[in-house]
């Protein structure tokens, strides 16, 4: 079974880095990594020694975890009683105990440190982003037909925009179009209050509306409770059509952006958009192993400035974001970051989304986003769909 080979070498992979870092075992907490690294996603604890086969403590559903898992499940309705079994498997108790601090809450950070009191607690979501940023046979395969499955859904689009439509009633078709399509209805994302329901469908000027999320874009939204995606404005002829969205396929998460317009789109957002595909096809002739992913960030400023559009790349002003691309995977914002200051070098296996966007205040958005599969050469494209403007008939 492709999953629990891949399980294997992922648990290796982990145990590599305990032991290049003289630490004893790693409590896996947060469910993303749960999944990731046992196959399952119920009411779970991961330990996984630097040495022999890792223990799920599992509250619920015993059942499910059972089917899903292929370690060694052991029914704990009291995490408290963790350290315990440990010992009554044959393992000592850890010296030095890995925890992911990047997503953990301080509570229950104190409630493990309460439960190992002679252990030192280590930082392991670095190891572990390490892992999940290279991606396996297995969550290639699954991502490609992610790639596909987006390409279908956005084909038929042209047909769901219609002037004298609200931007939520369109969403709404394009989320149904996405469902039939088996798209799990969630995107997950690590960063702390990052949060992100199927995509952004704006238009017009509404488009270049900021908000509180790390992206380029976010629109008004329906209200300050949720300040991001579709509103009630109503498509009208001559608007840009943004549609930024995330299909979720099988867990895994691809990121798509294209551009449609309803009759004929402005000059200087014609230009703008020449001016993304530039800089996403001289990205995508630069990246490959090796390459520093800080140098595809400076490579697309440059192309921007001589474009003059420096002030409209990746937002607009102070609310412009200081990044290009990310990478995608299990979830919607894990390594590479395409940004200034990362200065590691790019990897075959990894996945990522290059998104090249410019904001003309007054006018709306013009940009692209596909996501791309370093390989040893160079990039595959995985999101499949042609590039171009989408045309919106007016009848």
Same mark, same amino acid.
């Given at each position: 079974?492709?999953?629990?080979? $891949?399980?294997?070498?992922?648990?290796?992979?982990?145990?590599?880095?305990?032991?290049?870092?003289?630490? $004893?075992?790693?409590?896996?907490?947060?469910?993303?990594?749960? /999944?990731?690294? +046992?196959?399952?996603?119920?009411?779970?604890?991961?330990?996984?020694?630097?040495?022999?086969?890792?223990?799920?403590?599992?509250?619920?559903?015993?059942?499910?975890?059972?089917? @899903?898992?292929?370690?060694?499940? *052991?029914?704990?309705?009291?995490?408290?009683?963790?350290?315990?079994?440990?010992?009554?498997?044959?393992?000592?108790?850890?010296?030095?105990?890995?925890?992911?601090? $990047?997503?953990?809450?301080?509570?229950?950070?104190? +409630?493990?440190?309460?439960?190992?009191?002679?252990?030192?607690?280590?930082?392991?979501?670095?190891?572990?982003?390490?892992?999940?940023?290279?991606?396996?046979?297995?969550? *290639?395969?699954?991502?490609?037909?992610? &790639?596909?499955?987006?390409?279908?859904?956005?084909?038929?689009?042209?047909?769901?925009?219609?002037?004298?439509?609200?931007?939520?009633?369109?969403?709404?078709?394009?989320?149904?179009?996405?469902?039939?399509?088996?798209?799990?209805?969630? +995107?997950?994302?690590?960063?702390?209050?990052?949060?992100?329901?199927?995509?952004?469908?704006?238009?017009?000027?509404?488009?270049?509306?900021?908000?509180?999320?790390?992206?380029?874009?976010?629109?008004?939204?329906? #209200?300050?409770?949720?300040?991001?995606?579709?509103?009630?404005?109503?498509?009208?002829?001559?608007?840009?059509? /943004?549609?930024?969205?995330?299909?979720?396929?099988?867990?895994?998460?691809?990121?798509?952006?294209?551009? /449609?317009?309803?009759?004929?789109?402005?000059?200087?957002?014609?230009?703008?958009?020449?001016?993304?595909?530039?800089?996403?096809?001289?990205?995508? %002739?630069?990246?490959?192993?090796?390459?520093?992913?800080?140098?595809?960030?400076?490579?697309?400023?440059?192309?921007?400035?001589?474009?003059?559009? +420096?002030?409209?790349?990746?937002?607009?002003?102070?609310?412009?974001?200081?990044?290009? #691309?990310?990478?995608?995977?299990?979830?919607?914002?894990?390594?590479?970051?395409?940004?200034?200051?990362?200065?590691?070098?790019? @990897?075959?296996?990894?996945?990522?989304?290059?998104?090249?966007?410019?904001?003309?205040?007054?006018?709306? *958005?013009?940009?692209?986003?596909?996501?791309?599969?370093? %390989?040893?050469? &160079?990039?595959?494209?995985?999101?499949?769909?042609? $590039? @171009?403007?989408?045309?919106?008939?007016?009848?």
């Amino acid at each position: 079974m492709a999953l629990k080979e $891949d399980l294997y070498r992922r648990i290796k992979g982990l145990q590599d880095k305990m032991l290049a870092h003289d630490c $004893d075992a790693v409590l896996i907490l947060q469910n993303v990594d749960l /999944y990731y690294f +046992s196959g399952t996603m119920q009411n779970a604890r991961l330990y996984v020694p630097a040495e022999g086969e890792p223990l799920l403590f599992c509250r619920k559903s015993l059942t499910r975890a059972a089917n @899903e898992c292929p370690w060694n499940i *052991i029914p704990s309705q009291n995490y408290k009683y963790i350290p315990d079994h440990i010992k009554e498997m044959g393992y000592p108790s850890p010296a030095r105990l890995g925890l992911e601090f $990047d997503v953990i809450p301080v509570t229950l950070y104190h +409630s493990v440190q309460r439960l190992f009191p002679d252990s030192t607690l280590l930082d392991a979501s670095g190891w572990i982003g390490d892992l999940r940023a290279i991606k396996t046979p297995y969550e *290639i395969a699954i991502i490609k037909a992610a &790639g596909k499955k987006m390409a279908d859904v956005f084909k038929v689009l042209p047909e769901l925009i219609k002037p004298g439509l609200s931007e939520l009633e369109i969403a709404a078709r394009v989320e149904k179009e996405l469902r039939d399509h088996e798209h799990m209805g969630l +995107s997950r994302m690590r960063g702390f209050n990052q949060e992100f329901f199927y995509g952004h469908f704006l238009s017009g000027s509404n488009a270049c509306m900021a908000s509180f999320n790390d992206g380029v874009t976010a629109g008004m939204g329906m #209200g300050a409770f949720y300040p991001q995606g579709p509103g009630n404005r109503v498509i009208q002829i001559g608007d840009p059509v /943004y549609l930024d969205y995330v299909g979720v396929f099988e867990g895994y998460n691809v990121d798509q952006t294209r551009l /449609y317009v309803v009759g004929d789109l402005a000059h200087r957002l014609k230009y703008a958009f020449q001016v993304a595909l530039e800089i996403q096809e001289t990205l995508v %002739t630069l990246a490959k192993p090796g390459v520093m992913a800080s140098e595809l960030y400076d490579t697309a400023v440059s192309i921007a400035e001589k474009a003059g559009l +420096s002030h409209n790349f990746m937002g607009y002003g102070a609310e412009r974001v200081r990044f290009v #691309g990310h990478g995608v995977g299990l979830e919607l914002d894990e390594r590479p970051v395409i940004a200034p200051g990362f200065n590691t070098p790019l @990897e075959a296996g990894m996945v990522i989304a290059l998104e090249p966007k410019f904001v003309l205040p007054g006018l709306g *958005i013009a940009g692209i986003e596909n996501t791309w599969l370093l %390989t040893p050469t &160079g990039v595959e494209k995985i999101t499949v769909l042609p $590039d @171009e403007i989408g045309a919106i008939p007016l009848a």
